[in-house]
Structures are given as structure tokens and as C-alpha cells.
T-cell receptor, first 111, second 119 residues
């Protein structure tokens, strides 16, 4: 059974640009959550999607958005990038049991 | 709101010895899950073990066991027979079951413990 796949693994973007990250969950998992990890703030919840609907949202500005497609794949978009958006972005997929499995992450560097 | 506290920023252990990583949690919810993840320097967050709040037995997965003490709100991870490949950051996390009982909320993480295994 394939795990959670995140693409791309690494990204370098310039301030002001926008970026789209992708996450394909484990087959059969309908819940996809996104987390941002930085050395200063640790792991912070961005949002969760279930069956194409945003079910939960963290405390991030509107520049951070996401969506989920009918095949449960999810994308996360960050517009007008700032230096502080440099982070490891992790995606987790869950089934009904509550256990959450993560992908390898996308390391975003904003210069 | 939920809170996870990991009081050990760093731990050292000799290869083949056992080590306990501490985790305490705070929640007013009755139904929740507790997790431990391993994060090597590559960044991937690897699921290790899960304990449900109503599980009476402590969870075990190979060399990993979770010492769950509900009254003390602690969920310590025990790694037996440490290996060099166990050197990594370890995170304790929890998520509560939402009203309606069919879904879970976000994962709340502790600050992590860096484990170093010496040969």
C-alpha cells in the first residue's frame, strides 16, 4: 500500500510569488491535513479537508488556502510569499480511526 | 484546548539500552488519541505508535511501547534495545474525537525530544 506522497520535495521561491504544494493521501483515506513546521514555532496546524470540504482551519492568514479533489488528493496554495513562510510543510492522511500518517514533506525556501 | 508537554529537549542513550521519552498532555475531552512520531533529519514524520484514551492495555509496536497513565495524563514512549538508527527527533501528539464521534480534530504536537544513540 503506497504511503502519503507530497510533491515537490523542495522548492525555492522569491518573495511575492505564489506556490502550490500537492499531497496524495493513502488510498481509501478521505481526510487530509496540512501542517507547517518551523524551528521557532514548531508544528502548527493549517487546515483539514474531508470529502472535498474544509472541516477545520488553523490560525493562518488568508494567503494560505487549500482544496481537495474528488480523488482525495489535496493542494495547498500560498500567495504573496513572505520570508517567514520558509518552512517544512507536512501533509497527513487519516482514516476513521484517528491515526494520521505523514508524507515526506515539502521544504519551501523563500528568498 | 489541548496541550502537549515534552520536558526533555535532548536525551542520550547507549546502543542496546532502553530509553524513556516523557510526554504529558492536557485536555478536558474524554475521547482522544495519543501518538508518537519520529522525525529523522530528512524531515519525514514517521508514525510509531498510537494509544486511544479508552484502551486499557498499553500500546506496543515492536521495540516501541507507550506507557499510558491516564490519571497522571502521561504518555511516555519507551524504546527498548536502542539502535543507532533511532537517533532522531521524537514528537508526542494528540487529537481529540469531535462531537458526533466519527471524526477527529487536529493534531497538537509537543516541542519534541532529540534522541541521540551512542555506539
Amino acid at each position: 500500500k503506497a504511503g502519503v506522497t507530497q510533491t515537490p520535495r523542495y522548492l525555492i521561491k522569491t518573495r511575492g510569488q505564489q506556490v502550490t504544494l500537492s499531497c496524495s493521501p493513502i488510498s481509501g483515506h478521505r481526510s487530509v491535513s496540512w501542517y507547517q513546521q518551523t524551528p521557532g514555532q514548531g508544528l502548527q496546524f493549517l487546515f483539514e479537508y474531508f470529502s472535498e470540504t474544509q472541516r477545520n482551519k488553523g490560525n493562518f492568514p488568508g494567503r494560505f488556502s487549500g482544496r481537495q479533489f474528488s480523488n482525495s488528493r489535496s493542494e495547498m496554495n500560498v500567495s504573496t510569499l513572505e520570508l517567514g513562510d520558509s518552512a517544512l510543510y507536512l501533509c497527513a492522511s487519516s482514516f476513521f480511526s484517528g491515526e494520521a500518517f505523514f508524507g515526506q514533506g515539502t521544504r519551501l525556501t523563500v528568498v | 484546548a489541548q496541550k502537549i508537554t515534552q520536558t526533555q529537549p535532548g536525551m542520550f542513550v547507549q546502543e542496546k539500552e532502553a530509553v524513556t521519552l516523557d510526554c504529558t498532555y492536557d485536555t478536558s475531552d474524554q475521547s482522544y488519541g495519543l501518538f508518537w512520531y519520529k522525525q529523522p533529519s530528512s524531515g519525514e514524520m514517521i508514525f510509531l505508535i498510537y494509544q486511544g484514551s479508552y484502551d486499557e492495555q498499553n500500546a506496543t509496536e515492536g521495540r516501541y511501547s507507550l506507557n499510558f497513565q491516564k490519571a497522571r495524563k502521561s504518555a511516555n514512549l519507551v524504546i527498548s534495545a536502542s539502535q543507532l538508527g533511532d537517533s532522531a527527533m521524537y514528537f508526542c501528539a494528540m487529537r481529540v474525537k469531535l462531537a458526533g464521534g466519527t471524526s477527529y480534530g487536529k493534531l497538537t504536537f509537543g516541542q519534541g525530544t532529540i534522541l541521540t544513540v551512542h555506539p
